[in-house]
T-cell receptor
Framework: EAGVAQSPRYKIIEKRQSVAFWCNPI?????LYWYQQILGQGPKLLIQFQNNGVVDDSQLPKDRFSAERLKGVDSTLKIQPAKLEDSAVYLCASSLGQGLMETQYFGPGTRLLVL | KNEVEQSPQNLTAQEGEFITINCSYS?????LHWLQQHPGGGIVSLFMLSSGKKKHGRLIATINIQEKHSSLHITASHPRDSAVYIC??????????FGAGTRLTVKP
């Protein structure tokens, strides 16, 4: 079974530039999560989708971050404009159902460096 | 204060030693997750438990809901166990809060 795919794996940009990350969850998984993991810290949930609807985006900095999951499959996370403090690994995860009793499967992450 | 606290932050052990990593949380939860993150960032879910104990190979996870505490044990540790171990606690119906992780290094 293919796992969660993410691209790109690495991205280096200058501050105030824009960047987009892509995630393809495991086939059939209804729930998709985007996490931000700053070096030395645990992941922080940015947004959770159930199919193509947003379940929770309370920790998403909406002035610069946006995410969508058209057709309830792939998802993109965009940062515009990027700040230095956005340097982190952006992890995508998916689970079969909704709820915190579900096992989440993580992608390899996209490492972003903002200069 | 973090809602999920792990200890120790860093742990170095010799191959074969018994390892214990602790997790305490301040939010009420119905389940707790243990994750393993290897160098390069890949995260694997190890356990999800809501009571008692679970065992998978050399890994054992226990939880005490009343005391809001969980432990991850590794028996007969091996260098390939070297990774960051993260516990995660559901914060509300839709959110999960993560600990900062425990970096384990097992030396041959």
């Amino acid at each position: 079974e293919a796992g969660v795919a993410q691209s790109p794996r690495y991205k280096i940009i200058e501050k105030r530039q824009s960047v987009a990350f892509w995630c393809n969850p495991i086939s059939g998984h209804a729930t998709l999560y985007w996490y931000q993991q700053i070096l030395g810290q645990g992941p922080k949930l940015l947004i959770q989708f159930q199919n193509n609807g947003v379940v929770d985006d309370s920790q998403l900095p909406k002035d610069r971050f946006s995410a969508e999951r058209l057709k309830g499959v792939d998802s993109t996370l965009k940062i515009q404009p990027a700040k230095l403090e956005d340097s982190a690994v952006y992890l995508c995860a998916s689970s079969l159902g909704q709820g915190l009793m579900e096992t989440q499967y993580f992608g390899p992450g996209t490492r972003l460096l903002v200069l | 204060k973090n809602e999920v606290e792990q200890s120790p932050q860093n742990l170095t052990a010799q191959e074969g030693e018994f390892i214990t990593i602790n997790c305490s949380y301040s939010v009420g939860i119905s389940a707790l997750h243990w994750l393993q993150q290897h160098p390069g960032g890949g995260i694997v879910s190890l356990f999800m438990l809501s009571s008692g104990k679970k065992k998978h190979g050399r890994l054992i996870a226990t939880i005490n809901i009343q005391e809001k505490h969980s432990s991850l044990h590794i028996t007969a540790s091996h260098p390939r166990d070297s990774a960051v171990y993260i516990c995660a606690a559901p914060y509300n119906n839709n959110d999960m809060r993560f600990g900062a992780g425990t970096r384990l290094t097992v030396k041959p």
